[in-house]
């Protein structure tokens, strides 16, 4: 009997396999040292902290714990947030505020269930998150990349592209240590944002997951506390200052906007995890979270420092990176007849393993640059991954010079 093939939504043939999650399949081998994720150091995790508030939330409340709750999440744990974003960025947010999402990558994906039809513009710098280009391509948008440099996005390039471009709905940034490059948005650039988004009613999202572990440097006032108009949102995600297996995040703003991402999550998975909602509200009840950041900072800034020190001291002339000032993050720029998927085979037979920069440029190129992580591996493996990293960008010039 013929088989009818069954059909699928176009979109689909837009979603692509993540190469980060790809390379991450390789990594599963204990042996190799990944520079690939954006992993947190598991050894920080507060095991026995979340044991003990687990344990509380199940003796107190345990049947409320294991029901369903509401699609805002847990009311102290968004009354929580709040005040956190309140004390941190001077604004005056309620829990009506803040949506409880899974990660603050689903942040993203109901970003783009609210605000984005087909043929749609999301203007972006120039590079961006990987995963944020995924999740937006889904609903058929195009996008539009800023160039930026070290303070930024660079925002007479991005009046440029709002004057040249129909049908723009939304603007995507991390200001702070960005996700790939690890800079940060100066003040200058911030208000700037906020001003062109009042003026052309353009929807920012202010994707902020790394802004706790600032390990040098002082903070910057965020954009959204700079918005006086609710055009600007604000995702954050207690999986970088507290465990990312919970996947917990949220979106914050504007109640009417917020409202909007309440009914798209009700299609998608009505609620996040009660229990996990309940056991960090307990664990933030019974513990100084600052003090867990504390060492989490310490221990970055260790590590950053190390690869740093290494790039400068062994990296062959011609090889640019970034220092950040927090986050997670190192960008490497390569010589521009150089491409990053080379030096990765290279590196992945000798057991190291980063990821290319060309997939965080949503229309292509770029694919002399590469994105490392220093926040996951221990300082020795550090020292003899960047040590092959270094070797065989040198042999690759040896070979190929300029």
Same mark, same amino acid.
């Given at each position: ?218 903070? *910057?006032?965020?954009? !959204?506390?700079? #918005?006086?108009?609710? &055009?600007?949102?604000?995702?954050? @995600?207690? =999986? $970088? ?20 991402? *309440?009914?798209?999550? !009700?299609?998608? #998975?009505?609620?996040? &995890?009660?229990?996990?909602?309940? @056991?960090? =509200? $307990? ?120």
């Amino acid at each position: 009997m013929d088989e009818m093939p069954v059909r699928f939504a176009e979109r689909i043939s837009r979603t692509k396999a993540s190469e980060i999650r790809e390379i991450l399949k390789v990594t599963q081998n204990p042996d190799v040292i990944s520079f690939a994720g954006g992993l947190p150091a598991p050894e920080l995790f507060p095991v026995e902290e979340v044991k003990k508030a687990g344990e509380a939330v199940l003796d107190e409340n345990g049947m409320v714990a294991l029901q369903y709750t509401t699609t805002e999440g847990y009311d102290p744990l968004r009354t929580w947030i709040a005040d956190r974003l309140n004390k941190k960025n001077g604004t005056s947010m309620d829990k009506d505020n803040i949506l409880i999402t899974h990660g603050s990558q689903q942040a993203l994906d109901l970003a783009g269930k609210v605000f984005l039809d087909e043929g749609d513009v999301v203007l972006c710098e120039s590079p961006t998150y990987l995963a944020a280009i995924t999740a937006f391509r889904s609903y058929g948008c195009r996008f539009v990349d800023i160039p930026t440099d070290d303070n930024g996005m660079i925002m007479t390039e991005l009046e440029k592209a709002i004057a040249s471009h129909d049908n723009i709905k939304l603007i995507y940034v991390i200001p702070n240590f960005q996700n790939p490059t690890g800079r940060t948005w100066s003040l200058e650039r911030r208000k700037a944002l906020a001003d062109i988004s009042a003026a052309n009613g353009i929807a920012v999202v202010e994707d902020d997951p790394y802004g706790e572990i600032r390990f040098a440097g002082s903070d *910057v006032p965020s954009v !959204q506390s700079l #918005d006086v108009t609710g &055009n600007v949102l604000s995702t954050g @995600t207690f =999986s $970088k200052i507290f465990c990312p297996g919970f996947r917990i995040g949220w979106i914050a703003g504007d109640e009417r906007i917020i409202r909007k991402f *309440v009914l798209v999550k !009700q299609g998608t #998975d009505l609620q996040c &995890n009660t229990f996990a909602q309940m @056991t960090i =509200s $307990k664990y933030l009840e019974q513990n100084d979270i600052d003090v867990h950041i504390r060492s989490i900072k310490e221990t970055y800034l260790r590590r950053r420092d190390l690869a740093v020190g290494i790039m400068r001291s062994e990296f062959p002339e011609g090889v640019r990176f970034t220092e950040p000032e927090g986050g997670l993050f190192a960008w490497i720029e390569l010589p521009r007849n150089m491409n990053a998927r080379e030096i990765l085979e290279r590196c992945l037979e000798r057991k190291v393993a980063f990821v290319p920069g060309g997939s965080f440029f949503p229309n292509g190129g770029h694919e002399n640059t590469l994105r490392i992580n220093f926040s996951n591996m221990p300082e020795e493996r550090i020292v003899i991954g960047l040590r092959i990293l270094a070797e065989t960008i040198s042999e690759h010039l040896r070979r190929h010079p300029l």
